[in-house]
């Protein structure tokens, strides 16, 4: 049985339930209330995309003719063009490529990576993560390894047990991180990849919401060996187009960019013209900044007043909440996240994302994504403070 809870023991693969899926409970609780829930489940931007990029999904011209896979020059370009001006760091655009969304690459590298060396059968992944890590290897067949945290955030790469470094095909590194916020070492994860050979896989695709210091992009330690994975959604609000990128080793870039042109994976070319419309400007990801931090501020201080400690994290746009110690029990077989998420829908009508999603050592925690407007925010507190009283 694996962290998802899908068995692969007994004859074919079964999918396991959706993380979101299992919510069911909670999501009725906080529909009840009057003005209904508050939803900061799901890391889904609630704030428009920016207007150009919009027009530019209209105007491209791109609809006929069938869409490169690796991606238009122009959206390469305009992805190198980011990256200079973010990083500093200097990425030829024939060393980047397209995806449609970065949950499909997160899920297919394994598989991709094991086609060229099928003696390989482990992906190395943060052991708090975003879960589709783990799904990429169960779908690849392989088996994820979970690497555990520092108390810095970083990977405890020390602990990992030679034996699985020799049968990994990679390792994933998330930073900012997804629950927890909290930032990584990608220079001694770079490193650490180089000096055995396993690739390096950084996804960085909350980069623009890194608050405690600039944002870092593992392509700062150069390009051997490692690849950088970038998503729009999050920097420009723009999930529902599914389009990232990926950059870094020409090797490994033309590799993967080649067998997913195979297996036809294209974003399609209007996607791609908005894309780069997106990535050549700066200042609606200044605002959306602004919009996060503010959110972040503004609930972690009123959850604090409610006797619920929480801080604004490093990067990301989730409060990653410690499940207070009267519900340290759980409840019944639940675990302490969800019963503490019960708690925030019955008395709040706000929809959290219990931390067991993203691995056993998120069961203390839940996730709030700052994804509603203030008012919204500011209703769901209020109806806690008032079920306090
Ligand atoms: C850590 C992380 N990686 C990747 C993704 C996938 O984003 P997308 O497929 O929209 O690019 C998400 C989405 O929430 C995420 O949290």
């Known amino acids: ?75 390469r370009e305009a992805a190198a063009a980011w990256m200079e001006r973010r990083f500093g760091v200097s990425v030829s655009p024939s060393a980047i490529a397209a995806c449609v969304g970065t949950k499909e690459l997160v899920a297919g590298v394994p598989h991709w990576l094991r086609l060229r060396r099928p ?15 783990e799904m990429g290897a169960l779908l690849a067949g392989c088996r994820a390894v979970p690497v555990p945290a520092g108390s810095d ?97 020409p090797e490994l870039v033309e590799y993967l960019a080649a067998l997913r042109r195979h297996a036809g994976f294209m974003v399609p070319g209007p996607v791609q013209h908005a894309g780069a419309v997106a990535l050549g400007d700066d200042l609606h990801v200044l605002r959306q900044r602004e919009i996060y931090l503010e959110r972040l501020q503004r609930f972690a201080a009123s959850l604090g007043g409610l006797g619920i400690p929480a801080e604004v994290p490093a990067g990301t746009f989730y409060l990653w909440v410690a499940v ?12 302490p996240a969800f019963a503490f998420g019960r708690h925030l829908a019955r008395a709040g009508g706000i929809l959290s994302s219990p931390g067991d999603a993203y691995g056993p050592s998120g069961r203390g925690h839940v996730r709030l994504a700052m994804v509603q407007p203030v008012d919204r925010l500011d209703l769901g507190l209020e109806r806690l403070g008032r079920f306090a009283d």
């Not at 482990?122 to 975003?130: G, I, Q």
């Not at 990608?186 to 896989?201: D, H, K, N, T």
């Not at 207070?324 to 675990?335: E, K, T, V, Y």
Request: aromatic share 8%; with cysteine.
């Open 153 to 249: 955030g970083s990977m405890q790469l020390s602990a990992v047990d030679e034996q699985d470094a020799e049968r990994a095909l990679c390792l994933w590194v998330n930073s900012p991180a997804n629950p927890s916020g909290q930032l990584d070492d990608l220079g001694a994860a770079a490193r650490w990849g180089r000096e055995r050979g396993i690739p390096v896989f950084s996804d960085e695709c909350y980069v623009e919401f890194t608050w405690s210091s600039a944002g870092r992009t593992i392509l700062e330690h150069g390009d051997s060996g490692v690849v950088a994975v970038h998503s729009l959604s999050k920097r420009s609000n723009l999930a529902g187009l599914r389009v990232g990128l990926f950059a870094g080793d």
């Open 324 to 335: 207070p110690d009267r519900f340290a029990g759980g409840g019944g077989d639940q675990s």
């Open 119 to 133: 003696s390989q059968d482990t992906v190395l992944c943060p052991a708090l993560a975003y879960p589709t890590y």
């Open 1 to 75: 049985m694996s962290l998802l809870g899908s068995d692969t023991t007994r004859g074919g693969f079964v999918p396991p339930v959706y993380p979101f899926d299992k919510l069911g409970e909670l999501a009725e609780l906080a529909a009840a209330h009057d003005g209904g829930a508050v939803d900061l489940s799901v890391g889904t931007p609630c704030d428009p995309p920016p207007p150009q990029v919009v027009r530019a999904l209209g105007h491209s011209g791109r609809e006929r003719g069938y869409p490169t896979s690796i991606g238009s020059v122009e959206l």
